[in-house]
């Protein structure tokens, strides 16, 4: 018998479940706990960059949006630069602009919302632009591990059609359920999408 | 003149670069077969809410194997501490019991500084939440959820009640084992993981449509923690260790700084 590799096993995920506000916002639960929240809203007034509303709906094969479903974004700043050490890009970093944010959809209207500001592209390793993106995940009852996928800017045109994760969906007729709408509204830009976990919509999920 | 200062040309530049082994940050795979499949129709909640195309397998760019960081700012002085983070007028009611574990990766070493979040329903069974209409009652000093940020080494721990099983509608006699959600984060955004922990000897595991979703016999296992006498505190507080193991990550240098190692 050969040497054994001995890695261990990554941890199984199980569901958030209905009740996953408790632990991550717990003010959705009904109550008030600690000192300091997570939240939405992602940018402060230092904040550079055009600041935007990303606004959206998770629905599932019965074509209802979830009530239940919670959200996390996690993205570059205005410059395209991610606060984390392994982003070794020029960008300039914001100490103060985290990149990331959660939020749990409205127990009535299952709407989902951030405010936060358009990231700038992204240069990858082989040196290509990636069109500016913001990276969703997605936990809720009834989804038994989190999932991956992008938002795109659908003003982004020149830039989407080079983006090297976009060409790789195929057929490309799926790349259009990645890209989020904008709109102005009351003098707000507004982003918004729609994740469809089921049906001809589908939206195209990653195994990152 | 300062002898440590560095040449301003590396004489190495005009040699053919050698042979090193960096990786590009990037995790491992993920091995799919360790977790529940999406579709689980004995989980009926899965049923319409489970993708049916298959997922677009992405190589780790810097969107992946970056992530949030968090620190001891974002945290309270009692966030691990659920017996006394919602204390009103006396401690709740249950069995005292501490829970405690590492945070690893699938090389085996700690995720240092990472968010580690909790909840869990009370003694009785109920969660402290709008939507739960269990009728167990609420516990006055209970709020059920805390979060600890890992140490060097990957450790973390935290204070509670032991949770209680409660009712479900999936079949109409369905019950949860009783359990613990966990939250974890790790370096980077593609090793979020949320996951539930079992306390061992606990008899609805086995029957519990949640827990069967997962293929795997031995993952099953590791989301039970077994009963840890040598870290509980005499006269005071039982404890169960659970450690979590998140995607295992290649190598990456950079400013003379070993990421991952």
Known sequence: MPQLLNYLKETASQT???????????????????????????????????????EGNVVDGSGTPLRDVLLEIWQANAAGRYNHPADRSAGRLEEDFRGWGRAGSDFESGLVTFDTIKPGAITDKAGRKCAPHVNLWI????????????????????????????NLVEPAVRRKTLIATRNERAGKVVYSFTIN???????????V | MNAQAPALRDPRLNRPEPFTLLGDGGFFQRDRSMHPTAHAPGYKSSVLRSPRQALLSLENSVSEITGPVFGHNDLGPLDNDLIRNYAKDGDPVGER??????????????????????????????????????LAPIDPNFGGCGRALTDDTG??????????????RNYVNSWRPAHIHFSVFGSGFAQRLITQMYFEGD???????????????????????????????????????????????????FENRTAGN
């Open chain 1, 16 to 54: 958030a479940g209905p009740y996953v506000h408790i632990g991550l916002i717990p003010a959705m639960a009904g109550f008030d706990i600690f000192e300091k929240n997570f939240s939405n809203v992602l940018v402060t007034p230092n904040t550079k960059g055009e600041c935007i509303t990303l």
């Open chain 1, 139 to 166: 936990v809720a009852r009834g989804i038994n591990i989190g999932l991956n996928t992008r938002l795109y800017f659908s003003d982004e045109e020149a830039a989407n059609a080079i983006d090297p994760v976009l």
């Open chain 1, 197 to 207: 976990l089921q049906g001809p919509e589908e939206t195209v999920f990653f195994d």
């Open chain 2, 97 to 134: 019991i501490i829970v405690h574990g590492r945070v690893l990766d699938e090389t085996g070493r700690g995720v240092p500084n990472t968010l580690v979040e909790f909840w869990q329903a009370n003694a009785g069974g109920r969660y402290r939440h709008k939507k739960d209409t269990y």
């Open chain 2, 155 to 168: 450790y973390y721990y935290f204070r509670t009640v032991k949770p209680g099983p409660y009712p479900w």
């Open chain 2, 203 to 253: 008899p609805l595991i086995s029957v519990c449509p949640i827990l069967t979703t997962i293929p795997d016999k031995d993952a099953l296992d590791r989301l039970v923690a077994p009963l840890d006498l040598n870290a509980s505190t005499p006269f005071d507080s039982l404890a169960y260790r659970f450690d979590i193991v998140l995607r295992g990550q290649r190598s990456t240098y």
